[in-house]
């Protein structure tokens, strides 16, 4: 059965970094497209990016610029590297594997516990 497990939130100051991890088992992970979402309570999940197999990643507006997505295919993990955070940022961050749905994405597998990113000074 697939398993996602993040880890690397935290408190950290406004315009302050954090590098988030995403390690993935149970599943053909260099061949699936990943994402990253985070959530703040009583909002949607929101998707903020994510990256295929090959090609290029995908950013939503709001972190475009300060985020950046990865991936190690011989490890089994995505990366969110969170540059310049802001108050706003400050969610629960989960990943998943993803497929394309309509014109967007559904997620494949069961949701992670997520890793807590609060930015506050």
């Known amino acids: 059965q697939a398993q996602l497990v993040e880890s690397g939130g935290g408190l950290v100051q406004p315009g302050g970094s954090l590098r988030l991890s995403c390690a993935v088992s149970g599943i053909i992970f260099s061949t699936n497209t990943m994402g990253w979402y985070r959530q703040v309570p009583e909002k949607q999940r929101e998707l903020v990016a994510s990256?295929?197999?090959?090609?290029?990643?995908n950013y939503a507006d709001s972190v475009k610029g300060r985020f950046t997505i990865s991936r190690d295919n011989a490890k089994n993990t995505v990366y969110l590297q969170m540059n310049s955070l802001k108050p706003e940022d400050t969610a629960v961050y989960y990943c998943?594997?993803?497929?394309?749905?309509?014109?967007?994405?559904?997620?494949?597998?069961?949701w992670g516990q997520g890793t807590q990113v609060t930015v506050s000074s």
């Open positions: 998943n594997v993803l497929t394309s749905y309509g014109s967007g994405y559904a997620v494949l597998v069961s």
């Open positions: 990256i295929t197999s090959g090609g290029p990643p």
